[in-house]
């Protein structure tokens, strides 16, 4: 495979602090796990969506004879894999080889870079399910795969059930490397909405798997129709922005708390225009045991109506303004706090301009000074309970 493009000059620049030397215990990138494992595994999980529930309900109680990781798995502790140690990912110690390529995303894509990022951490044995959505639709187009990782398209309503079946398949047969991370890439739709039942399920059996959340606010694959994370004042296919109506009238869903609130052994919120953090909270969902769910906001250039060139700067923007938060939430089991522990990684003394994040955007423009106040008031309310409750 031919290098496209060098990822420490692509995402990070010069001056990035880093570590002279790859971390000990960082993910590889020698070899691939087996086809005939994960289609093996993957296959089961999803060949019939309607007996999904009941066929995967079972192979996630599967536990091989004398298995040691059952337990642990099932209690949400600490893995083999966080006691090997590693640095956080940086510009120094991530390879240069590319995992998701050649594929076909518009230009600026947010959700092609979470996912390029995410892989990166994970390394080639990363086992990778996702939903008919945006990176399925780009990344799955014959005779080109884009994924050099094992990969496959599950049903839209079933990325985390299909996730617990690959997972069980390959522990069943053996052929599940230390080192490998069954994950899922879906949109905000595919999780929030269709997909929602099937990842509280899987959260419930704490099944050992990772869903990467990448968050670009609307269904944008299929022509940008409304979610439950598009935000009030989104301009949408099926919230217009006209005269008596300037957009989405509903608030977004706090998802992240929503997958707290089952007592998860690890979630976290990130941005692409954080790069960093969000590579760093991939890396330590992977040393855990049990589900790991992160929440990634990765803006879509189409849908937004911004620049092809600006998909980072927003992301980093909403970041700055207050909209969004980087935090992590730690379950029971992982913080030894009855609850869990809430905590933020990203701690601003001050705010950026709401106003001139919304108006870099054509999907706000149609809101008035008095509904962008609202937008500010909500924010300003959001963060007096967060300093208040996970301080």
């Not at 892989?119 to 780009?138: F, I, N």
């Amino acid at each position: 495979m031919a290098q496209v493009e060098r990822w420490s000059e692509v995402l990070f620049g010069a001056g990035v602090e880093a570590p002279e030397e790859p971390p000990a215990g960082a993910p590889g990138v020698s070899g691939r796990l087996a086809a005939s494992g994960a289609s093996a595994a993957g296959g089961g999980g999803a060949a019939d969506p309607g007996a999904g529930s009941g066929a995967v309900g079972s192979a996630s109680a599967v536990r091989l004879e004398g298995d040691p990781d059952d337990s642990v798995r099932r209690a949400g502790r600490v893995s083999p894999r966080q006691a090997s140690g590693t640095s956080r990912p940086s510009a120094r110690t991530l390879p240069d080889d590319e995992l998701f390529f050649g594929h076909k995303a518009c230009a600026g894509c947010g959700g092609s870079l979470a996912v390029r990022a995410a892989l990166k951490v994970l390394g080639p044995h990363a086992v990778c399910a996702l939903p008919a959505g945006c990176m399925s639709a780009v990344g799955f187009n014959f005779p080109q795969l884009c994924f050099a990782n094992n990969a496959m398209i599950t049903p839209f309503a079933a990325t985390a059930a299909v996730l617990t079946g690959i997972e069980a398949g390959l522990r069943a047969q053996g052929k599940k490397p230390e080192d490998c991370t069954v994950v899922g890439f879906a949109g905000d739709g595919g999780t929030a909405d269709i997909g929602l039942q099937a990842l509280s399920g899987a959260i419930d059996r704490n099944d050992d798997i990772l869903y990467i959340c990448y968050d670009n606010e609307a269904y944008m694959n299929t022509g940008i129709q409304k979610s439950s994370l598009t935000p009030f004042g989104a301009k949408t296919t099926t919230t217009p922005a006209g005269r008596n109506a300037h957009g989405c009238l509903t608030q977004k869903k706090s998802l992240f708390e929503v997958v707290a609130a089952h007592g998860i052994p690890y979630a976290a919120t990130a941005s692409i225009g954080y790069l960093p953090d969000f590579m760093a909270k991939v890396q330590k969902a992977a040393s855990l045991r049990g589900t790991k769910y992160i929440h990634v906001i990765a803006p879509c250039p189409t849908g937004w109506g911004c620049g092809v060139d600006e998909t980072v700067e927003l992301a980093k923007e909403v970041v700055d303004c207050g909209l969004w938060y980087l935090a992590e939430y730690e379950g029971p089991a992982v913080s030894g706090r009855p609850g869990g522990a809430f905590s933020l990684t990203r701690h601003p003394h001050g705010f950026s301009s709401v106003e001139d994040y919304l108006r870099r955007q054509g999907r706000f423009r149609a809101l008035t000074d008095d509904e962008v106040a609202v937008v500010v008031a909500g924010r300003d309310q959001k963060w007096e309970a967060i300093r208040r409750d996970w301080a």
